[in-house]
């Protein structure tokens, strides 16, 4: 009986996570970019910008040559197995609009609509990061950066 129970509440935690595929901490090996995300709440402090109060998340680099600066989201629109962000730069001088999709893998895609504006440093020049990224779900959005 304790193993039927014990499976029956993993199960149905599985299942509550899989009704939020857009909450938590995402990254891309490949970039050294993580986002974090709470697209159901406003419930993500981003580190520095506490003033800011809590948003629905953010994406930084490992490094200012992975990413150049703190992006922010500002709207969103999630619709089934895709979500639409709006980030905006911790400076407030770009946007950026970005389709975040859930692939069959189990990972997420990130494709810049439009020009891209996220940029990363590169000795002393900006250059564009790939409009094109692959993530992965590596935590809850509430761990420590």
Do not use: C
Request: charged fraction near 20%.
């Amino acid at each position: 009986m304790r193993v039927f129970i014990t499976l029956l509440l993993l199960l149905i935690s599985h299942s509550i996570k899989a009704q939020k595929p857009f909450k938590g901490k995402f990254y891309s090996k490949s970039n050294h970019i993580t986002l974090v995300l709470d697209l159901y709440d406003s419930s993500i402090e981003v580190p520095g910008y506490s003033f800011l109060g809590k948003m629905n998340g953010y994406m930084k680099g490992d490094s200012s040559s992975d990413l150049y600066g703190v992006w922010l989201i500002v709207t969103h629109k999630v619709q089934a197995h895709k979500a639409t962000l709006r980030f905006v730069n911790d400076i407030g001088a770009d946007t950026q609009e970005v389709e975040f999709t859930i692939n069959s893998d189990g990972t997420y895609s990130y494709k810049a609509i439009g020009k891209n504006f996220i940029k990363k440093a590169i000795g002393r020049r900006l250059e564009s990061i790939p409009s094109l990224l692959k993530f992965e779900l590596i935590g809850d959005s509430t761990s420590k950066p």
